[in-house]
Structure formats: C-alpha cells, structure tokens
C-alpha cells in the first residue's frame, strides 16, 4: 500500500512570492491534514480537509489556504510569503475524526 | 487548554541499553496517544498508538508504551536500543474534537556505540 506522497521534495520562493504544496493520501483515506514544523516552534497544526471541505484550520493567518479535491488529493497555498514561513510542511492522511494519522515525507519551503 | 510535555529534551543511551521516553499529557476526555520518530529531513512514522483497553499497547521497531491514566503519561520504552533508533521521538494526542494533533516538543535520542 502506498503511503502519503508529497511534492515538491523542496520549494525556495522569495519573500512575497506564493507557494503551493501538494499532497496525495493514502488510497482509502478522505482525510488530509496540514502541519507546520518551524525551527523553534515545533508541530503545529495548520488545517484539516475532508471529503473536500475545510473542517478546521489553526492559528495562522487567512494568507495560508488550500483545498482538496474530488480524489482527495489537497494543496496547501501560502500567499505573501515571509521569511518565517521557510519550515517542513507536512501532510498527514486518515479516515476522519477520531482516526490515526498517517504522514509523508514532507516539503521543505525555503523563503529567501 | 490539551497540552503534551516531553521533559527529556536530548537523551543519550549506549547501544543495547535500555530506553524509556517521557510524555505526560493534559486532556480532559479520554486521550487518544501516540507516539511518532522523525529521522532527520524526513516525515513522521507511527510507532504505536492507544485508543482504548490494555493499557500496555506494542509497536513496530520492538517498541512498548504504557497508558497510565493516574500519572497522566505515556511513556515510550525499548528493551535494548540499536544505532539505527537514534532521531526525534514526538508524543502526540489527538484534540479539537478527534481532528487534529497537539504534539510535545519531541525528545532527540543519540546512541553510542
């Protein structure tokens, strides 16, 4: 079975510049999460998609968006990129609330 | 407010000791715990998690965690450690209703050969 797949491996943008992220779960799976592992400041959750609608998302500004689509693979898009935004993106897959999460290997986002 | 805490922020243990990682948490309803490695530059993998029933749960790579509700933790522990298990360990429990994940601030193992 195929685990979570993430695109780019990794991505450098300049500051202002947007960033899209890609991420295709786990055959099976309808749920995808976002999280956003900064140096410093460790996991934190960023927004969580199921059967294409956003569910819940955490404590980051509305310039951080994304959705998810019919196959339930999702993009994260971050708009007006600043330098702090430069972390491991990771996406995680499950089967909704109340479920395990599974991640991939993550997207490193360098912003210069 | 849930919260998770890895006191053990660096441990280093010699190649075949034994392992035990800290993880105390802070959930009013009954949690539901895991326990994730991260080697560095890469993603999470799971090693084991508990939803409910023996409070003892097994894992992959030879690891065990034990539940103790009195305590509020959920240690992580290997018999005997080898080289290949150094990276970060993050314990986990999953808040806002089941859809998301708070985390520790994840404890870096070294082993010594």
């Known amino acids: 079975e195929a685990g979570v797949t993430q695109s780019p491996t990794h991505l450098i943008k300049t500051r202002g510049q947007q960033a899209t992220l890609r991420c295709s779960p786990i055959?099976?799976?309808?749920?995808v999460y976002w999280y956003q592992q900064a140096l410093g400041l460790g996991l934190q959750f960023l927004l969580w998609?199921?059967?294409?609608?956003?569910?819940n998302r955490g404590n980051f500004p509305p310039r951080f968006s994304g959705r998810q689509f019919p196959n339930y693979s999702s993009e994260l898009n971050v708009n007006a990129l600043e330098l702090e935004d430069s972390a491991l993106y990771l996406c995680?897959?499950?089967?909704?609330?109340?479920?395990?999460?599974?991640f991939g290997p993550g997207t490193r986002l360098t912003v210069l | 407010a849930q919260s998770v805490t890895q006191p053990d922020i660096h441990i280093t243990v010699s190649e075949g000791a034994s392992l035990e990682l800290r993880c105390n948490y802070s959930?009013?309803?009954?949690?539901?715990l895991f326990w994730y490695v991260q080697s560095p530059g890469q993603g999470l993998q799971l090693l084991l998690k508990?939803?409910?029933?023996?409070?003892l749960v097994q894992g992959i790579k030879g690891f065990e965690a034990e539940f103790k509700r009195s305590q509020s933790s959920f240690n992580l522990r290997k018999p005997s450690v080898h080289w290949s298990d150094a990276a970060e360990y993050f314990c986990?429990?999953?808040?806002?209703?089941?859809?998301?994940?708070?985390f520790g601030t994840g404890t870096q193992l070294k082993v010594e050969l």
């Open positions: 995680a897959s499950g089967r909704g609330r109340m479920d395990t999460q599974y």
């Open positions: 055959s099976g799976h309808t749920s």
């Open positions: 998609y199921d059967e294409g609608e956003e569910r």
């Open positions: 959930y009013g309803a009954t949690p539901y």
């Open positions: 508990y939803f409910s029933g023996d409070t």
């Open positions: 986990a429990v999953l808040t806002g209703g089941g859809n998301k994940l708070t």
